[in-house]
Every structure is written in C-alpha cells, then in structure tokens.
C-alpha cells in the first residue's frame, strides 16, 4: 500500500473515533512493529575534476544512483512525561533488522549496499488532539549498520565495504487511542547527506558515496 494511503487512513480512523478515551499519562512504555525503509545511494568516482584527461583512470567524474526498499521489523522502548494534559515529550530508544539493498555501476566499478540494522535514540514532542488522537515531532540520533562489497569489471577481487555510520534523524508522526493502555503509531523518519568515504578503489580512484534514509514506521504501543 502506499505510504501516504497508510498514513491517511490512520488519520481518518483517529477523526472519525467517537469514543472518549483519557490522554496517555507519564510512564513507561513498550512498542513494536514494522519498518518500510527507503535507501537512496549515490556514489561518485573520479570527483573534483571535469577534465578528460585528468584522473587515475581518464575521464570526467561521474556519479550514479540507486534506491531500494525493504521491509523489517522493530522493537522500541521509552518514558513519556505530560507537561500538561495538551501537551507531552518522551524518550524513545530502538532497534530494527533492516532488509535494503542498493547497487550502484559506475565505469568499472560495482558497488553493493546491503543495510543490516540501525538503532538510536528519539525524543519525542507531542500534542494531544483530542482524548483519542496525537500527533507529534521528532529529532533523534541512529547508528546504520551495512555491509557492502565493491567489485570491477576488469579484475576478479573484491574489496570489503562494510561500515557503520551515525546520522541525525528528524521527522513525525501520530498516535490513535483505544484505551488507557493500548494504541497504535504511524511515524515518517528521515536521515539526509549520511556520507561514506571508500578507500582508494583497484582502478586507483577515490569514490565517495552518501546516503538518504526514508522510514515509514507503524506499530503497536503498551503503556505500563
């Protein structure tokens, strides 16, 4: 389904509620669900010249694209405090097993990308709406892990890629009711320009590549 849909129909389900439940109240809680994690991988070889004739290898630089997306699930824990019955703020820390791949062919090199977990903390500003819907920002700190290859078209060899790198992380959501206890998320997250400096490749060229992380996260929430 498309993202967008799924975020609307949460929506429209929060609006259309008739039933008075009372706001969350400060405590601990436990959530759970499923991420739909959109990479988009750039890389780039040969940078910092447009001339033919300069370079390990000739040419001007050039830089390619990828996307992908894959779908994992996550587990998340955290402490919300209410500073009114309007308005609350929560700590929030996760871990997601991750499934994106992305590969990206640029002259003679092969470049696979394939993101195995990422984990951080959130914190969390929210809104109480209405006794049953609340929408809310955030801005937090994830570390991705990947593992990832290079390869090329003119020697057999690999050269192992794989790295972690910590991104800033800012984004929203809302969050429906059922009653005191239970309710349901659904929360867009994005981590921009996540650079990853490759060593110098068999061709004798510097690449560089960066990142762009797109999560649609939905899930169940428990308050203790």
């Given at each position: 389904m498309d993202n967008r849909k799924i975020l609307l129909s949460l929506a429209l389900l929060g609006g259309v509620a008739s039933t008075s439940i009372a706001h969350a109240e400060t405590g601990w809680y436990v959530l759970g669900g499923v991420n739909?994690?959109?990479?988009?991988?750039?890389?780039?070889?040969?940078?910092?010249?447009?001339?033919?004739?300069?370079?390990?290898?000739?040419?001007?630089?050039?830089?390619?694209?990828?996307?992908?997306?894959?779908?994992?699930?996550?587990?998340?824990?955290?402490?919300?405090?209410?500073?009114?019955?309007?308005?609350?703020?929560a700590v929030e820390v996760f871990y997601s097993d991750e499934q994106a791949e992305t590969q990206t062919f640029n002259s003679v090199k092969i470049t696979d990308i394939e993101l195995d977990a990422s984990y951080g903390i959130d914190f969390k500003f929210g809104h109480n709406v209405t006794d049953r819907l609340a929408i809310y920002g955030l801005l937090g700190v994830t570390q991705f892990d990947f593992d990832g290859q290079a390869s090329y078209t003119f020697a057999p060899p690999v050269d192992d890629l794989s790295d972690e790198e910590v991104a800033f992380v800012y984004g929203g959501g809302l969050e429906i009711s059922f009653d005191d206890h239970w309710s349901t998320i659904a929360e867009f997250r994005l981590s921009n320009d996540v650079e990853f400096d490759t060593p110098v490749d068999r061709g004798g060229v510097q690449s560089e590549d960066e990142f762009d992380f797109a999560v649609i996260r939905t899930g169940l929430k428990y308050r203790f």
């Open positions: 739909s994690t959109t990479v988009d991988q750039f890389n780039s070889r040969n940078t910092g010249t447009s001339d033919p004739n300069q370079g390990p290898v000739g040419g001007p630089s050039i830089s390619v694209t990828d996307s992908d997306t894959g779908v994992s699930a996550f587990i998340a824990g955290g402490y919300q405090y209410d500073f009114s019955p309007d308005f609350y703020g």
